[in-house]
């Protein structure tokens, strides 16, 4: 009996024969566009998913820090003049429903925490947590566990952060937006 190929174990179908030209010419333009990336953060090779190196790229400029030397060290990934900042990514492919979902987490000898949060492929909004999390805790009405340390962050925390903006900042939580990324004027 012939084993299933992981093709047809995903999906339930197997590849057209034809179709190998049109992945490998897929594969091209995404590797034309990946180096295209990484160039533009200077990195002549990576191994590393380039979403990633662009969020702390993108919150190294923001911040107006210096990316750690090591791109795989633990702890923090940004230093700035008012400390160190992790930065992390949260990726959906829908902005009307996310699949995913992100804990912010304190962490010992990390001053603020970034998440970069892309929704089908595209940078939604840019946030700079404080330290502690407990106003930002307080702000989304949470009840969980330890809330100095976490944030269990959700579709509608997010959406509370993007309508209440002055609630956030007075919680210490900083926001850019894809219109104020490109350096165009807040609405």
């Known amino acids: 009996m012939e084993r299933p190929s992981d093709d ?3 999906t339930g179908s197997t590849t057209p024969p034809g179709r190998a030209a049109e992945l490998l010419s897929a594969l091209a333009e995404y590797r034309s566009a990946r180096r295209r990336l990484l160039d533009l953060l200077g990195l002549t090779a990576s191994n590393r998913d380039p979403v990633p190196e662009l969020a702390e790229h993108l919150v190294a400029g ?3 820090g210096q990316i750690a030397a090591s791109r795989v060290q633990a ?11 992790q930065v992390r990514t949260l990726s959906n492919t829908d902005t009307d429903r996310w699949v995913n979902e992100h804990v912010v987490r304190s962490v010992a000898g990390v001053d603020r925490y970034a998440l970069v949060i892309l929704e089908d492929l595209t940078v939604s909004a840019v946030l700079v947590f404080p330290g502690d999390l407990t106003r930002v805790g307080t702000l989304l ?5 330890d809330q100095a340390a976490t944030l269990q962050l959700t579709r509608q ?6 309508a209440d903006r002055a609630g956030a900042a007075t919680a210490g939580v900083q926001i850019w937006t894809p219109s ?6 807040p609405s």
């Open 75 to 85: 702890g923090w990934d940004v230093m700035t003049a008012d400390g160190t900042v």
């Open 141 to 145: 009405g949470k009840r969980h566990g």
């Open 8 to 10: 047809t174990r995903r």
């Open 180 to 185: 104020e990324l490109q350096g165009e004027t």
């Open 157 to 162: 925390d997010f959406i509370h952060l993007m």
């Open 62 to 64: 923001l911040l107006g």
